[in-house]
């Protein structure tokens, strides 16, 4: 990473850093970093900006305490901006609002898509003793009946008051769903497309 960023393409030697939240993928602020403050937050896994107003390294937390934690650092294609996907410790804003731009952050559905890649991970290149891949050796025919098995858990667990296992059962049957997506080639964003489809209709 190193390599691609060119902290000369800026007289002051600062690039725009955008902090985006690893799990809900809400952008929560921008910032600049000159090669100090990026350093930094390498060497640490805290997000550290150079701050414009008060001309020295400024590490996003370091008086409220809601840190922001690095997950993953991009460089742009120009190698003039970064995007830093992390976990923010609490509202990001100094306001108090979850983001600098007054939205509110919420919604872990991304997590989806990243669970979605390791299960493909898991058909393409088995591992030993991965229950997925137990899965996968079953066929289409045994993960649908599972799928379907899950689903029935969950008709049964709904009609009882025990959030818990409720909230268990919701979790397996949404796995096991990606699993037979995956078998049958299918992607999450096929079938959401077709929700997507319906919705305009409406």
């Not at 969950?154 to 025990?162: F, R």
């Not at 059962?169 to 077709?194: G, R, S, T, W, Y």
Request: with cysteine; hydrophobic share 35%; glycine share 8%.
């Amino acid at each position: 990473m190193d390599t691609q960023l060119n902290f000369d393409k800026s007289p002051d030697g600062l690039l725009p850093a955008v902090i985006q939240d690893a799990e809900t993928g809400k952008v929560l602020m921008l910032g600049y970093m000159n090669r100090e403050a990026y350093d930094k937050t390498k060497a640490e896994g805290i997000v550290t900006f150079f701050s414009r107003s008060k001309q020295r390294l400024w590490t996003k937390g370091e008086t409220s305490s809601n840190f922001l934690h690095v997950r993953q650092m991009l460089v742009d294609c120009d190698g003039d901006t970064l995007l830093i996907k992390a976990k923010p410790d609490g509202p990001t804003c100094h306001t108090g609002d979850d983001t600098c731009f007054q939205e509110v952050n919420g919604g872990k559905g991304q997590f989806l898509n990243y669970l979605q890649g390791i299960i493909h991970d898991r058909k393409q290149n088995p591992t030993e003793n991965s229950y997925t891949n137990s899965l996968f050796k079953r066929g289409v025919n045994k993960i649908a009946q599972k799928v379907g098995e899950e689903a029935v858990e969950l008709v049964i667990e709904a009609k009882d008051d025990n959030d818990d296992l409720f909230r268990g059962e919701a979790a397996d049957l949404l796995f096991h769903f990606l699993v037979l997506l995956e078998q049958k080639n299918m992607d999450l964003d096929d079938i959401i497309a077709v929700l997507q489809q319906r919705h305009a209709k409406q």
